[in-house]
């Protein structure tokens, strides 16, 4: 029962490893102009739907509690905490499992963690009230396998973003931006960082 159950997790991830893998190749041929011309089109405003008013009614904590989650869906978020500030605003703190199995050497996975990073921090920072985040932290957890062949759970990648500078960042160019200089990496553990 387990090893099904094992057998359809690593499906799933496997299907959402090339899925990633193929919209980060996307996002980079559109980034460095090779998505063959321009890609934008004029689309007439929508009308607000009932869903879409009632999206825009929500309070700052459950806009970001709801940004994070739908970006993030299932069993990946581990956690979402949001802590009014004593000066005002909001700290947002998510952590979330990567699916990714970090061997010695896993540049894949481990720019999907980044990837996933920068498009949860541009989700929150573009958001209706993200006038209102002093800081947003991400941390990643993804099953590490040692030398000895042992796979456990771990922080792999931490990250914290202020809101000051989130809300500097030009997010329609965030796939060509050099996020080591912009957010503060609080913990990363060994197995990231090889090549």
Known sequence: MQNARRMRRQKKER??????ALMNLLVIGLATGCGGGDQRESVPPARNSGKEQKAQRLSPTAEFRKAVLDLQPGEKVRDVEIDEQPGGGYAISASFESGQSLT?????????????????????YTSRNASQIEEASLTAYAPVV????NETP??????????????????????TLDFDSLW???ERNPSFEQE
Not at 104 to 124: C, N, P, Q, W
Not at 146 to 149: A, I, N, P, S, V
Not at 154 to 175: E, H, Q
């Open 15 to 20: 299907v959402l490893v090339r899925t990633v």
């Open 104 to 124: 010695f050497g896993a540049r894949l996975g481990r720019s999907l963690i980044e990837s996933d990073m920068k498009e949860t921090y541009r989700v929150l």
């Open 146 to 149: 040692d030398q000895y062949g």
């Open 154 to 175: 771990a922080v792999v990648y931490s990250t914290t973003l202020d809101g000051v500078t989130g809300r500097k960042i030009n997010w329609d160019s965030f796939p």
């Open 184 to 186: 503060v990496v609080t």
